[in-house]
């Protein structure tokens, strides 16, 4: 999973990140953040991954002028992938821990399922208010037997960004509540109107970028996915991931894909050329159309509801148990995810309230996104967030879904393989990871 943000001017959507957006450093340190100063305060520090934010968004400082005996510092490895095997090793020795550590989403199950007694149970802390988060976050922070660990910091609900001049050109509506009942309800029906401007599409462009795109989108709005409820793997016979894999496939055998692997080089060019039309958009994605497709795609892009509401992406904040300062970390993560707080994340990191109170707040109800025509973005994302399905998360998400797309589904859009060729593919090699 990945999120990348790009400064805005209502929504200052910038270089939030999850795994694989930057490129790596040499050190695994490779960002650090100090408050400085303040001989005999009190320090917290803070791990996260790649440009979380927080810093960023000036909550640090806020946070410290509030509380002059504490003092702040954080420090980042870029990618998730390299972030997350440290922060394990450092919670089963129980040493090299920050204060507050950061968690992606595809990790947090596991994190909850095996690490949450090495963690505080900031369900207790004072400040923190279940109801003020959407249930399905509050959800996949907490364990079995009823602790949270993890506050959720954003999420990544789910829209179709699309180009209305490619729309126009292909005789598509373009207003988007037009476009959103194109294919209200049903992914198919996304299908169907790919067919329809493929028929007519102009010289060049294709209806969306790519085959694997669609599947992480379609997977995203069902609850069961690749775990049922006892924890058990059951991807391979879920009807979901059928459903996303048919699909999938069938936007790629029948060419209505840019055959792109997302976040590459030559996606990034093909969305600055217009070669595509539509995309699954993420809340987080829109800051990258911005700065792929430029200022030439300015107005020509928008916003509408996805088929069915989903989520991508999103992370969490826990407190080691290990930590000196095991109180006031948990303060500063209850202040951190606080509606307020994450209202003024989203204003000026693009980074989605994970905090359903914080929809209600005029930095988020009110938002529009002048790149994108003026969408009512707040809208939008809060109507998607509060209809995501409460999904199972397993431990090896990541994993299942990362072979699929770029395993199996990628062989198929690229290569010509055929459907069953790609799935038996993606098999292998999660079956293979697995085993390890």
Not at 27 to 55: K, N, Q
Not at 138 to 144: D, L, M, S, V
Not at 363 to 378: L, Q, R, S
Request: proline share 5%.
């Amino acid at each position: 999973m990945r999120r990348t943000a790009i400064l805005a001017v209502v929504v200052a959507l910038g270089a939030a990140l999850l795994s694989g957006c930057a490129k790596d450093s040499e050190e695994p340190g490779d960002a650090a953040y100090d408050s400085g100063g303040g001989e005999g305060r009190t320090t917290i520090t803070v791990g996260v991954f790649g440009a979380f934010g927080l810093r960023e968004a000036g909550l640090y400082e806020e946070y410290m002028k509030l509380h002059p005996d504490i003092r702040i510092k954080q420090t980042s490895i870029q990618r998730n992938e390299n972030y997350y095997p440290q922060l394990l090793t450092h919670l089963s020795t129980g040493s090299g821990l920050a204060d507050i550590q950061a968690v992606e989403v595809n990790n947090i199950a596991e994190v909850t399922a095996t690490q949450a007694d090495r963690l505080v149970d900031l369900g207790r802390t004072e400040g923190v208010s279940k109801d003020a988060f959407l249930g399905w976050k509050w959800a996949q922070g907490t364990t079995k037997d009823g602790k949270t660990v993890g506050l959720g910091t954003d999420i990544g609900p789910q829209g179709i960004c699309y180009r209305k001049d490619l729309f126009a050109k292909a005789g598509l509506p373009t207003d988007r509540e037009e476009v959103g009942r194109l294919w209200t309800g049903d992914w198919n029906k996304y299908l169907e109107t790919g067919r329809k401007y493929q028929a007519r599409a102009p010289e060049g462009t294709s209806f969306v970028d790519s085959a694997s795109g669609v599947l992480a989108a379609v997977t995203g709005s069902n609850e069961k996915r690749f775990y049922d409820e006892s924890g058990e793997i059951v991807y391979k016979e879920s009807p979901a991931v059928k459903q996303a894999w048919d699909l999938a496939a069938a936007f790629a055998t029948e060419r209505l894909t840019g055959r792109l692997q997302q976040f590459t080089p030559s996606w990034d060019q093909a969305m600055s050329n217009g070669a595509f039309a539509t995309v699954s958009c993420p809340a987080w994605m829109l800051g990258h159309i911005q700065d792929k497709a430029g200022a030439a795609g300015k107005g020509k892009w928008d916003v509408a509801a996805a088929p069915r509401p989903g989520n991508w992406g999103g992370s969490f904040l826990v407190v080691p148990k290990t930590g000196d300062h095991t109180a006031e970390a948990a303060k500063l993560a209850a202040w951190l995810t606080a509606p307020e707080q994450q209202a003024k994340l989203f204003t000026e990191r693009g980074s989605f309230p994970s905090a359903e109170a914080a929809y209600a707040l005029p930095a988020v109800a009110d938002a529009k996104h002048p790149y994108f025509g003026g969408a009512p973005i707040g809208k939008i994302f809060s109507r998607a967030a509060q209809d995501v399905p409460v999904q199972i998360v397993g431990p090896k998400d990541l994993i299942i879904a990362q072979n699929l797309a770029d395993i199996g589904m990628l062989q198929v859009d690229q290569k010509g393989r055929s459907p069953e060729e790609g799935w038996d593919a993606a098999v292998k090699a999660i079956d293979n990871a697995l085993d390890e």
